[in-house]
């Protein structure tokens, strides 16, 4: 449980040594890996310290725990949903998130495109897949994701800006790692097919965020590493 700011910060700066350590492992620029403070099951100062670490992004897996933070946060505090989503609460979600990263099924698209229509705005998205043919995770399958892409294409106040997966919980790195690949290689592809360009690949959380930078990720979705256990709603 974190109880101040400095203790955030000092976790902060663990999580980045982490990320910058394994940027340079990778070969990449300094600056091509962001963080996504996750903010579940935390209370609204969790974000508020993100924001004044610099931070304005943080994620949030449920539509109902993030609207009553919403309402009470600091202003400037981006919200970006990370867990699924059900049609029901699409209106909810298009309304409140600046971004929604579970989009899985020509369904929610669909329900996403009529809420931005009524809106009168345009949403950003990324499409989950299950690179890992995980049973246990959300997202569509890696062979289904041309055509979900094609009808994400055909959705003009949807702007699809890349993908997202989840990787099996498996001791061995090696597992994740061919995931995070195998969801980079998918992303080349599509990119390639339709001629657009997929900049966000928004995988590797605080346990896996090493292997996820060394296979492309571009944004890291980090909870226990900075804000401890899970054990308050």
């Not at 620029?29 to 969790?46: D, I, Q, Y």
């Amino acid at each position: 449980m974190l109880k101040d700011y400095e203790s955030f910060l000092e976790n902060l700066n663990r999580v980045q040594e982490r990320i910058d350590r394994a940027i340079v492992a990778a070969n990449r620029p300094e600056g091509s890996v962001r963080l996504l403070p996750v903010t579940k099951n935390h209370p609204v100062a969790a974000s508020n310290f993100a924001l004044r670490a610099g931070i304005p992004c943080v994620g949030e897996n449920r539509v109902q725990e993030a609207l009553g933070k919403i309402e009470e946060a600091n202003e400037g505090v981006r919200w970006e949903l990370i867990g699924p989503l059900q049609s029901n609460k699409a209106k909810k979600a298009v309304e409140s998130f600046w971004r929604i990263q579970s989009v899985d099924r020509p369904k929610i698209l669909t329900a996403l495109q009529k809420r931005a229509e009524d809106l009168d705005v345009k949403l950003r998205i990324l499409l989950q897949i299950n690179a890992g043919d995980d049973p246990n995770k959300s997202g569509a399958k890696v062979e289904d994701a041309e055509a979900l892409l094609e009808y994400a294409l055909e959705q003009d106040r949807l702007e699809t800006e890349g993908l997202m997966t989840i990787a099996p919980l498996d001791r061995d790195p090696s597992v994740a790692r061919s995931c995070f690949a195998r969801l980079r290689e998918c992303r080349d592809r599509l990119a390639e097919r339709f001629d657009i360009c997929l900049p966000e690949l928004s995988m590797g959380m605080s346990g896996d965020m090493g292997e996820a930078i060394l296979e492309g990720s571009t944004l890291v979705r980090v909870g226990t590493a900075l804000y401890g256990d899970r054990k308050y709603k």
